[in-house]
């Protein structure tokens, strides 16, 4: 039987994988990836009312010159070309399976025959992989034992080089749930569950209180006098707020935050949902939110709401959402819904809005996880001014606000939005294009001069599209929509789009200065690695500094200006790690930093208080200091310096400030890099302080879930609330902000000098 094999290996009373039937006939063909004891594609072909398959370790190729390796395996039934989901470690292949790609296969000569003679020519219709392929068993291979074949693209319109567009990596999203694998590791939602006996754990019915609700929501839209009875209609003209300079005051109004997305209407009917943005419909690029709507316990609705992307912070940023759509990455989308036209056969538009939205919340009343595909639009009635407050200190870009007994009507209803100054100036809600200004490239001066600006741009052109890619700031990237953060979706076009609107604030640290780079090419959960030199390699706006050539050293990498800051994005690099010191005067540093770096069992509260102690500590040596974030658990204290003292000096004074820390509270502070020393203690790392040595740069991202970011603060701003700043919150963070956190940072004339060395003991001082 050709599923025999298949059957021998598996316990399916443990695995959710099926055993499948050999009846089915349709030519289908899946790429499932399959995290197993190594990491590997799975190429499966239907055949014979079988799933034909090969495991391809390195996953298929769009370069006619690779020959990639296919190891033929056992024949699968037909049904596991839908699973995606986990295997239980211990089961034969155990370990996360994404479904890939899908979609249908034609095979070029009979199968049967070319398949026993080792040789078989097919194309693919998927989603991902299209054009002509060749499966060649690999000959004169003893040890293959006629299980090796060769998986080889053929040259046509889909053919493409593999160094300049690797598939697996530019669309590694499940095309089925659009998920990465450590999601559907995480979610753990199809998994053989013994009590339930079932393959999936199917979502949950709703509870009969829920229907018993929506019961009751029929008959109060029923009795309501505004109410009309009436044929739901394919198309709606939605109201459109109307641009105000104060918010109404009156207790008769409510506000709603102002969501930096895209208008969208739900159609729901009995026998399909339709997905509308204005003249666009987006049913099959939003299908979670079309079955989720699907769902709702009500025969017929029409729900008007925006679609949003959500940073890892809560803050909707058009950026994401305009990459999502564009990549087709629908599972980070989430409809608020804000109103409620039409339902359950009636026409609502002249119902006051305040009744619409209870039932509205009422019919949304499953969608309590923060993280659904449909979420309720929540107001706050009356105080039009203090909402309008809060929405400035929380850096939205405004609020909408509606008369409580208004309708539903394109033109008289009485909407109106007021929009805070940090907004874009856009007025469009619809859109989801970063904010556009008429920002000139330019060269950055010297650190002192850009570092004393307070008043900055954060906003950022738009990227010039060519036939080669996207260009940002003169540079060309190539593949802009790779994914540098699965978890986020963060492409590499919005890594440079971030550093170019942050540009000014970030390049006075790194510019004219050695920097090692952390370069993550295949986003941060694959393989990274530092760059310190260009090697033989020469890339516009980057330069070498020969910072040893006495020593017989290869020079380091330095930028000078934005293009070299977006040229730096090009390259994948999601950390960037500057010297304490300028390429000029390399021996002499001009800042120190001290790294607070939390044990196990410490909370953000104690390192908070360990980088107040830091700052008054040294505030009474007669040193002014500054902290930032390290994107991840700690906190950076940087001092900047007049550049007299030697590296040695550095590393010695700033050792002797972290050993009276400790001298003065043991319990609390270490000064050893041992980690079993640092239990429930902060270790204050000095060892930043040593020539050759770095630490990551103001405003550099981190390679790390979240697309953190290394944030200067205000020391006011440091309380026991944990802030992660990102990608998409620092932009807004920093046009919200009156002054720079770091201003005067430049000015500083400071300097080690003889009283500190002995307020601190030191007697014997190394020379400068």
Not at 313 to 319: D, E, L, T
Request: with cysteine; proline share 8%.
């Amino acid at each position: 039987m050709p599923l025999e094999d298949y059957r021998n290996k598996r316990d399916f009373r443990r695995t959710p994988e099926p055993p499948g039937d050999e009846g089915a006939t349709r030519r289908r063909f899946v790429v499932q990836k399959h995290a197993a004891r190594r990491l590997h594609y799975d190429l499966r072909l239907e055949w014979a009312g079988v799933l034909v398959s090969w495991a391809v370790p390195k996953g298929p190729s769009l370069d006619p010159t690779e020959k990639r390796l296919a190891v033929q395996t056992e024949d699968h039934p037909l049904a596991y070309g839908e699973f995606e989901g986990i295997i239980p470690e211990g089961e034969y292949g155990g370990g996360t399976v994404l479904l890939w790609d899908e979609g249908f296969w034609t095979p070029n000569e009979d199968p049967d025959a070319f398949l026993s003679e080792g040789r078989l020519k097919f194309s693919l219709h998927g989603r991902k992989l299209t054009g002509g392929w060749t499966l060649v068993r690999i000959k004169n291979d003893p040890a293959g034992r006629g299980r090796n074949w060769l998986l080889i693209k053929e040259r046509d319109a889909a053919a493409r080089p593999e160094d300049q567009y690797c598939v697996t990596d530019e669309l590694p999203f499940s095309v089925l749930t659009n998920r990465s694998m450590r999601e559907i590791a995480s979610a753990k939602d199809r998994i053989w569950d013994v009590a339930q006996r079932s393959e999936q754990s199917a979502p949950s019915a709703l509870p009969a209180r829920v229907f018993d609700r929506a019961s009751s929501l029929e008959t109060e839209i029923r009795a309501h006098p505004g109410a009309r009875r009436a044929a739901q209609p394919s198309r709606v003209t939605p109201p459109k707020p109307r641009p105000k300079t104060t918010p109404p005051t009156e207790d008769d109004w409510l506000h709603e935050i102002r969501l930096e997305g895209r208008r969208l209407q739900a159609f729901v009917k009995p026998e399909e949902v339709v997905l509308r943005a204005g003249t666009q419909e987006l049913t099959r690029s939003l299908p979670e939110i079309a079955r989720t709507a699907g769902t709702l316990p009500i025969q017929q609705c029409v729900l008007d709401g925006v679609i949003v992307v959500t940073d890892v912070s809560g803050r909707a940023q058009a950026g994401l959402l305009a990459d999502a759509l564009a990549s087709n990455r629908s599972t980070t989308v989430q409809l608020f819904a804000f109103d409620l036209p039409f339902a359950a056969g009636f026409d609502l538009r002249k119902v006051p809005i305040g009744v619409r939205k209870q039932w509205l919340q009422t019919l949304l009343v499953r969608s309590q996880d923060r993280t659904g595909p449909i979420q309720f639009s929540d107001h706050i009635v009356g105080r039009g001014d203090v909402v309008l407050q809060q929405a400035r200190q929380l850096g939205v870009a405004g609020i909408i606000s509606k008369r409580a007994d208004g309708g539903y009507n394109a033109r008289t209803a009485q909407w109106f939005e007021v929009r805070t100054p940090t907004a874009p100036d856009s007025s469009d809600a619809e859109s989801t294009e970063l904010p556009n200004t008429n920002r000139e490239d330019k060269t950055v001066a010297t650190p002192p001069a850009v570092g004393a600006e307070t008043a900055r741009r954060t906003t950022a052109r738009p990227g010039v599209v060519t036939g080669r890619g996207l260009t940002i700031a003169g540079v060309r990237l190539s593949n802009p929509q790779r994914i540098l953060y699965p978890e986020d979706r963060v492409t590499k076009r919005a890594l440079a789009q971030y550093y170019e609107r942050v540009a000014d604030w970030a390049l006075p640290h790194v510019i004219g200065r050695p920097l090692s780079l952390y370069r993550c090419p295949k986003g941060h959960e694959q393989e990274c690695f530092f760059q310190k030199h260009l090697g033989e390699t020469a890339l516009p706006h980057l330069r070498e500094a020969p910072l040893r050539a006495q020593e017989q050293k290869l020079p380091y990498i330095v930028i000078d200006d934005l293009g070299g800051l977006i040229t730096l994005a090009q390259l994948s690099t999601l950390e960037i790690h500057p010297w304490g010191c300028r390429e000029d005067d390399i021996e002499r540093p001009d800042r120190l930093v001290f790294d607070l770096d939390p044990g196990t069992d410490i909370t953000w509260r104690q390192i908070v208080e360990a980088a107040r102690t830091l700052r008054d500590l040294l505030a009474d040596l007669g040193l002014v200091s500054f902290v930032k974030t390290s994107g991840g658990k700690g906190l950076h204290i940087v001092v900047p310096m007049v550049r007299r003292s030697s590296w040695e000096q550095a590393k010695a004074f700033t050792a002797a400030v972290v050993r009276e820390m400790v001298r003065r509270e043991p319990q609390r502070y270490v000064a050893t890099i041992s980690k079993w020393a640092r239990t429930g203690r902060i270790f204050v790392d000095y060892l930043r302080n040593v020539r050759g040595a770095t630490c990551v740069s103001a405003y550099s991202t981190r390679a790390r879930p979240g697309a953190a970011v290394s944030t200067p603060l205000h020391w006011e701003e440091l309380d026991p609330h944990p802030t992660v700043y990102t990608i998409q919150s620092v932009p807004r963070r920093l046009a919200s902000l009156r002054h720079d956190p770091w201003d005067g940072f430049f000015e500083q004339r400071q300097s080690i000098t003889k009283p500190m060395w002995q307020a601190l003991g030191v007697r014997n001082v190394p020379k400068p």
